[in-house]
């Protein structure tokens, strides 16, 4: 699970990868590391000709989620995602991870007639959650976006979000959070068929059932900390290697 | 549009008693041009003047050094460097971290999972050291060398106490475990949950205790695992809410890696009218800029009016900075932080202050005498109302606490009014001590003008309930049996922070978020209610 060195914390800030680390070293230091001979470069400064160069390296990533939208609107709160009465459940303990995920979204009011997480179940039919503003304002607790991955949602789609969840998103690896250029949750019902396809430079999501295609920001950096995040795959092994990245650091894989 | 240009009054910075370096001050200077950040605001008000300053240009390649706003400052020594601008990501050394019943366990279990079953938080110095280095490469040595500092860990159960929820009892036996396992310095346990005054390091709601307990300091960094842990602004430093992984990783190695934000700057000039309480100014300012208003960046608070504040009323306006989306809000430091600080903490602090060169990306203005007292109605934290015009709006019940609405100032100025009013409360009124300390105030400070009595007994005449065991309670609902939990859809006007669908329990609930006076004149009616009607 990697955290904290996000390099993308504020989605609106414009997007570049960094410059491709050919040979990553051959154990990783829980410390950080300071490179203090070059001031590490606000993203904005950083070129896009890096990101050529990066592709050209490795074969080009690309992610893809399938399934069903669930329709949500603006000011979504970490109450109505997940009610404060849950946040007795411990999301590293195992099973109340499994019990989070299913009152996941458990909070909205009446007026949503379909849930999201059927009574009785413990995961969601709906992969893409698509959400209007400010999507995850309100508490800190890292609950809010766990219990959405939980749940089994791949990823989130909306207009904007609150800092805290779409930092904690991240951290945890446990929904991406993308961000739509326009009000998608105006033209997507719950229940519709939809792909989201991250790739880099572009991502979008096609809305099947109107056959419509949106245009996504890019993930830019916090994908593949997500990645690092989401894939057991990636997981290291050994407890004595963290997987916390530094800054500046492109995870593919990790080979430790 | 309508626009009242206050004349310039500077924001005059007061020589503070102790070691002070830097003697920043900001005056506001009057821009040429005025260009209204329109998309920001929903209505415009007259008795404010929205000015957007200049988008200033990165300067990190010249050798002119740009001046820097306080939280530019404080994020740039904690980082060890001279100069930072918005948009950098730096690591931050952090000063203190504060966790709870709620989100501790999982920050803990997230701690020990990342770093190695016998990791120890102890104190560094490599850490310290190796950052001078040129070359980054570290060795590591064991795995008790994952370490940060069990002195600057604050560990403060204050969600889930006192309910028979055996998950939420467990989770502070959890966090005594771990606290014991890390000799964590801090930890304001509770054992007897039958009777708080039995536990003598219990302290309450977190935010509160943080303050009350000498661990907010100017010029530090501050981070919590709430998302109220911005009230510590209050003190001139940076404090901001953070998730159970990146507290986690602050366990670890005491760092944490930020994005600079940008800061909005309100100025809040005029003698506050005697109705008017800091709970007013923050729900008129987010009324103003809405819930995503100050979404990623810094709200920093100055002016006459700010001067006059006293410490809690300052933590009230920073309480609810991230009601507003903000990343942090921050107040400068003068005679009245040192004041309270110096008399809870022995640690040395340098207060710093934005330069007067400093850029800001949006300038508000209010003139507080003009403002009156506002609710926020159901539910949203924007949606503003004059209290007055809500005075049909029935209400259920009445709740008085929380960190933002339930410190010890909050319950005399609830005091002071049933005492101007000498009349019964005429629905259950709930009061929720935010600490002990709090409680105990209740119990044994006169209020001002009435006599020699005590809130509490103020409280009592007025058939309030009886102030009960300190902790965040219903704020934010709680397990079923939470005291004062809202568990049917009913109308309460609350001295809290958040009024989402469902925050204090039933998801038909309708809560009126308001300021102590406001909360105290609408238990005496059943409405909500303008507190003008009791205090003038």
Redesign the interface.
């Known amino acids: ?1 990697a ?5 993308s ?2 989605p ?2 414009s997007q570049t990868l960094a410059s491709p680390n050919t040979s990553p ?1 051959s ?1 990783r ?9 070059s ?7 950083r070129s896009s000709s890096s990101l050529i160069a990066r592709s050209a390296a490795e074969p080009q990533e690309r992610k893809t989620f399938h399934g069903l939208c669930y329709v949500v609107g603006d ?1 979504i ?1 970490t ?2 995602i997940i ?3 849950f ?7 195992p099973d109340e991870y499994e019990k989070l995920g299913s009152y996941a979204l458990i ?4 007026s949503y007639k379909d849930r999201f997480v059927q009574p009785g179940e413990m995961k969601t039919k709906y992969s893409i959650i698509i959400g209007g ?2 999507f995850g ?6 609950h809010a976006p766990v219990c959405l991955g939980a749940a089994g949602a791949k990823a989130v789609v909306a207009q ?1 979000y ?3 969840f779409f ?2 998103s991240v ?2 690896g446990e929904v991406y959070p993308l961000d739509s250029e326009v009000r998608v949750c105006d033209e997507c019902k719950t229940g519709d068929v939809a792909t989201v396809e991250l790739r880099e430079g572009d991502s979008v999501l096609i809305n099947h059932t109107t056959g419509k295609e949106y245009k996504l920001k890019p993930i830019g950096d916090a994908g593949p900390v997500i990645d690092a995040g989401s894939d057991p795959l990636s997981c290291l092994p050994n ?2 290697n ?3 990245v530094e ?1 500046g650091e492109i995870i593919s894989k990790y080979s430790i | 549009m309508a626009s009242s240009v206050i004349s310039s009054s500077p924001f005059v910075c007061k020589s503070p008693a102790k070691g002070q370096k830097d003697l920043g001050f900001s005056s506001f200077r009057k821009p040429s041009q005025i260009s209204i950040h329109g998309c920001q605001r929903k209505s415009i008000s007259r008795k404010i003047v929205s000015v957007m300053a200049p988008q200033r240009s990165s300067s990190t390649s010249g050798s002119v050094k740009t001046g820097m706003t306080m939280t530019e400052k404080i994020l740039a020594k904690a980082a060890e460097k001279s100069q930072v601008v918005p948009g950098d990501n730096i690591w931050v050394n952090v000063d203190v971290l504060m966790t709870h019943d709620v989100c501790g366990p999982g920050a803990f279990g997230i701690f020990k999972r990342e770093f190695g079953d016998n990791a120890k938080v102890v104190l560094n110095l490599a850490i310290k050291i190796l950052s001078l280095l040129a070359f980054s490469l570290i060795v590591i040595v064991t795995s008790t060398l994952k370490v940060w500092d069990s002195e600057k860990i604050v560990v403060i159960p204050d969600h889930y106490i006192f309910t028979t929820d055996k998950r939420a009892n467990r989770n502070v036996d959890i966090m005594r475990e771990h606290c014991r396992e890390q000799n964590i310095k801090y930890f304001y346990d509770i054992t007897d949950l039958g009777d708080f005054r039995a536990n003598p390091d219990y302290k309450g709601v977190c935010h509160v205790a943080l303050a009350q307990e000498g661990h907010c300091r100017p010029g530090e960094v501050l981070l919590g695992t709430d998302s109220h842990t911005c009230t510590a602004g209050a003190f001139g430093q940076f404090a901001t809410g953070i998730g159970n992984t990146d507290a986690g990783f602050v366990l670890g190695t005491g760092k944490i890696l930020l994005k600079v934000p940008p800061t909005m700057r309100f100025i809040l000039d005029g003698e506050m009218p005697s109705y008017l309480q800091a709970k007013d100014l923050i729900l008129q300012i987010i009324g103003e800029i809405s819930v995503a208003g100050a979404t990623y960046k810094t709200m920093e608070f100055s002016g006459t009016t700010i001067e006059s504040l006293t410490m809690e009323e300052r933590m009230t306006l920073c309480n609810m900075v991230v009601e507003a989306g903000g990343k942090n809000g921050v107040i400068p430091p003068d005679a009245t932080t040192f004041n309270y600080v110096e008399n809870r903490t022995s640690v040395p602090f340098q207060p710093v202050y934005s330069d007067a060169n400093a850029s800001f990306v949006a300038d508000y203005r209010f003139d507080v005498s003009k403002l009156e007292p506002v609710v926020a109605k159901p539910h949203s934290p924007d949606n503003r109302a004059l209290a007055r015009e809500c005075k049909d709006v029935k209400i259920d019940r009445v709740y008085i606490g929380s960190c933002t609405g339930g410190k010890t100032e909050d319950f005399m100025a609830a005091a002071k009014l049933f005492h101007a009013a000498g009349k019964q409360v005429k629905v259950p009124t709930f009061l929720v001590p935010a600490t002990q300390k709090v409680w105990m105030d209740v119990y044994a400070l006169p209020v001002p003008g009435a006599g020699g009595k005590t809130c509490a007994q103020i409280f009592e005449e007025a058939g309030c309930d009886t102030p009960t065991s300190p902790s965040c309670g219903a704020c934010l609902g709680g397990p079923a049996d939470t005291y004062a939990r809202l568990n049917e859809p009913q109308v309460c006007v609350s001295t809290t922070n958040r009024n989402f669908p469902g925050r204090m329990g039933h998801k038909e609930g309708q809560i009126y978020l308001a300021s102590p006076y406001t909360a105290a004149a609408s238990a005496l009616t059943g409405h909500v209610t303008d507190p003008r009607e009791f205090l003038q």
């Open positions: 699970m955290a904290s060195s996000l390099q914390l504020n609106t800030f070293p154990f230091s829980p410390f950080l590391r300071f490179n203090s001979s001031t590490p470069k606000p993203l904005s400064t000011n709160d109450d109505q009610p404060a009465e946040l007795t459940l411990v999301p590293s303990n909070g909205l009011p009446a503003e400010n304002c309100g508490s800190s607790r890292e904007s609150a800092r805290i930092r904690n951290a945890t407890s004595q963290p997987r916390f800054p």
